[in-house]
């Protein structure tokens, strides 16, 4: 992967990015995203984040070799720290993070949002909470998206807020949306989750330590869910 070719992964989250936006690509590792983007004609400006020294000038580089500093700014700062007033953001994609961090991130920046934005969000594991806060703040869900790449499944998704919007505690685990299309890989990742769960029972079931009830009840639970999911 290089700023000329993304991984399918970040192809895929390319693809919800508006035409012409203005984005704030957070956790911008090299900075490859938002490069191939303006490259491709496809945003207007890019902010590009990063929290950590390495990957800052990482991106710098990534940015400066392409004679794109008018085009994209690099910022070292702590999330969505990385986005100014005067930035005019109309998109912001966080990717390969875990989603309890892209959640922290998130609340912790709320206030450099203006709630316009598209959120373009991919979480690896921890989606249930994520979608979670973007309930409990008024974002609909309105793509997703899962996502087979080296043996990993990823997903992606995509929210704009809109005001009060309700998910089931089953729609939030699975995804609303990802229930409803069933795609093939969906239906494979969600069977192997199965496998995994019940061999976690099974093992929780053997363990000789106290294992806290809510915790095997919660695995319980999924399991009936992801076995209703299937049938």
């Not at 496809?42 to 902010?47: K, R």
């Not at 809109?162 to 505690?169: E, I, K």
């Not at 294992?211 to 919660?218: G, L, R």
Request: glycine share 8%.
């Amino acid at each position: 992967m290089n700023q000329h070719t993304l991984s399918q992964r970040l192809e895929r989250v390319a693809a919800h990015i508006p035409a012409g936006a203005r984005l704030a690509d957070i956790g911008s590792d090299h900075a490859y995203l938002p490069v191939a983007l303006i490259h491709r004609g496809a945003i207007a400006a890019a902010v590009a984040g990063e929290v950590a020294a390495t990957p800052f000038y990482a991106a710098n580089r990534t940015v400066a070799d392409n004679g794109l500093t008018q085009h994209i700014t690099v910022r070292l700062a702590d999330g969505l720290a990385a986005i100014q007033a005067g930035d005019d953001i109309t998109a912001v994609s966080l990717c390969g993070m875990g989603g309890e961090t892209i959640r922290d991130i998130l609340d912790s920046g709320k206030a450099r949002l203006n709630g316009r934005e598209r959120l373009i969000l991919q979480p690896n594991g921890g989606e249930q909470p994520l979608r979670q806060w973007l309930m409990s703040n008024g974002y609909r869900i309105l793509h997703e998206e899962l996502l087979l790449e080296n043996r990993f499944y990823y997903e992606i998704i995509v929210a704009e807020r809109v005001g009060a919007v309700t998910y089931t505690d089953e729609q939030l685990y699975f995804g609303p949306l990802q229930m409803q299309a069933r795609s093939p890989v969906f239906v494979a990742k969600w069977q192997r989750m199965l496998r995994q769960k019940r061999k976690t029972l099974a093992s929780l079931e053997q363990a000789r330590q106290a294992v806290p009830e809510q915790k095997v009840q919660e695995i319980v639970q999924q399991v009936k869910w992801i076995d209703q999911l299937l049938a």
